[in-house]
Nanobody, 111 residues
Framework: QVQFVESGGGLVQPGGSLRLSCVGS????????ISWYRQAPGKQRELVAT???????NYVDSVKGRFTISRDNAKNTVYLQMNSLKPEDTAVYYC?????WGQGTQVAVSS
């Protein structure tokens, strides 16, 4: 069973940037499509971005042009570069792959 560990969250002011990392275990990481989800307080978990094993990416409309998902298979890592952050981006961010979830990393956007 693959395992994921997220990191890179924190407190940032509106307009700021953060880069989240998701490190996966296993030698077949490169064959997985990986997704970033987020869950804000009192809200359902939502899909934010996905990258396939071939590198095709998709984003929810609310983050298009601000967030970039990428992967480095040599490091078993998927990144989520988040720019122009807004208060509504505040949430716990999770990565998911092969039906396995990480534990999440908190992102707070506030002045």
């Amino acid at each position: 069973q693959v395992q994921f560990v997220e990191s890179g969250g924190g407190l940032v002011q509106p307009g700021g940037s953060l880069r989240l990392s998701c490190v996966g275990s296993g030698s077949i990481f490169r064959f997985y499509g990986i997704s970033w989800y987020r869950q804000a307080p009192g809200k359902q978990r939502e899909l934010v971005a996905t990258i396939t094993s071939q590198g095709t990416v998709n984003y929810v409309d609310s983050v298009k042009g601000r967030f970039t998902i990428s992967r480095d298979n040599a490091k078993n890592t998927v990144y989520l570069q988040m720019n122009s952050l807004k208060p509504e981006d505040t949430a716990v961010y999770y990565c998911k792959g092969n039906n396995s979830w990480g534990q999440g990393t908190q992102v707070a956007v506030s002045s």
